[in-house]
Nanobody
Framework: QVQLVESGGGLVQPGGSLTLSCAAS????????MGWYRQAPGKQRELVAS???????YYADPVKGRFTISRDNAKNMAFLQMNSLKPEDTAVYYC???????????WGQGTQVTVSS
């Protein structure tokens, strides 16, 4: 089993910055993909950014140029640096770990990010 714990959410004014962290523990198969998703009230969960073990990244169009995903493979951690935050970035942000092979992935409990003045 794999456990994911997010931290770093909070309330920030428009234009501000936040960094989310995700710590993974347990029996982790490698290589794996780390991703950050978000879900706003009344909306579906959406992929925000992801990163492979080799460093390949993906960013959703709304966050390109503002968010940066990174990871520390030795510590099984992932990070999401969020700059120039907008009210529409308000959501619960979830960390996701997708191991190799068939089967599902693992989710954290989520951390609330609220962008408001």
């Amino acid at each position: 089993q794999v456990q994911l714990v997010e931290s770093g959410g909070g309330l920030v004014q428009p234009g501000g910055s936040l960094t989310l962290s995700c710590a993974a523990s347990g029996r982790i198969s490698r290589p794996y993909v780390m991703g950050w998703y978000r879900q706003a009230p009344g909306k579906q969960r959406e992929l925000v950014a992801s990163m492979t073990s080799g460093g390949n990244t993906y960013y959703a169009d709304p966050v390109k140029g503002r968010f940066t995903i990174s990871r520390d493979n030795a510590k099984n951690m992932a990070f999401l640096q969020m700059n120039s935050l907008k009210p529409e970035d308000t959501a619960v942000y979830y960390c996701n770990l997708r191991p190799p092979g068939p089967g599902g992935s693992y989710w954290g409990q989520g951390t609330q990010v609220t962008v408001s003045s």
